[in-house]
């Protein structure tokens, strides 16, 4: 046990159920240390908005990773993932994935339409196709859950979004222990060389690599 390296993890989401959900593939309670194959881990839950938790930013100060967990991408559940995203320093000192929770089985996921916000339900076999809302009958390519959320939230390359399978412990450990090699490696959002802030307000050059 000794050798094992310990992470203290802060799990985020807009619901306590979901935190529940992703403990309760550990049969991990919160502040217990559960052993996640090389790693000791201490969670700690924050569910909500985090500007309402006065001790928000003493759990973000303890914290060597950061685990948002989400289930449907919704135009409302988006928008309060968002304010928990928000509530980030712009340059973040420790690594942050993103868990999609899915059930065993699951062959379809909730998004909005981009246009009009709409709630469409759609299958992963639409993934990649062109789709129209029925809504406001605007077309729009169909992208996974993971892609429209790293779009929705313009996340940089190096906060990975993984989906886990509830009731699979072994999709769970396999992403917090990708997650936590960018802990060992120093691996962090802020690695980024320019803000997200000011990436978005700039106008830059596009990076060609020769070949």
Request: glycine content about 6%.
């Amino acid at each position: 046990m000794s050798t094992e390296k310990k992470i203290n993890t802060l799990i985020l989401s807009i619901y306590s159920e979901l935190a529940k959900d992703f403990l309760g593939a550990f049969a991990a309670e919160q502040q217990a240390q559960v052993p996640v194959r090389d790693y000791l881990v201490n969670f700690e839950v924050v569910s909500g908005d985090p500007s309402q938790d006065k001790e928000f930013a003493e759990h973000l100060s303890r914290a060597d990773a950061l685990a948002l967990v989400v289930r449907f991408l919704d135009v409302l559940s988006l928008e309060k993932i968002k304010n928990i995203y928000r509530a980030f320093p712009e340059q973040l000192a420790v690594p942050m994935g993103i868990f999609i929770l899915r059930d065993k089985g699951e062959v379809d996921f909730k998004i909005s339409c981009p246009s009009c916000g709409q709630k469409l339900w759609l299958r992963d076999t639409d993934i990649g196709k062109r789709g129209r809302c029925p809504n406001c009958t605007k077309p729009f390519v169909i992208l996974s859950q993971a892609d429209h959320l790293k779009a929705q939230l313009m996340l940089p390359d190096n906060i990975e979004v993984f989906q886990v399978t509830r009731g699979n412990l072994d999709s769970f450990q396999g992403a917090l222990v990708k997650l936590f090699e960018s802990v060992a490696a120093g691996i962090t959002p802020a690695d980024q060389g320019i803000s997200r802030q000011a990436l978005k307000n700039a106008t830059v050059r596009i990076q060609v690599q020769d070949t």
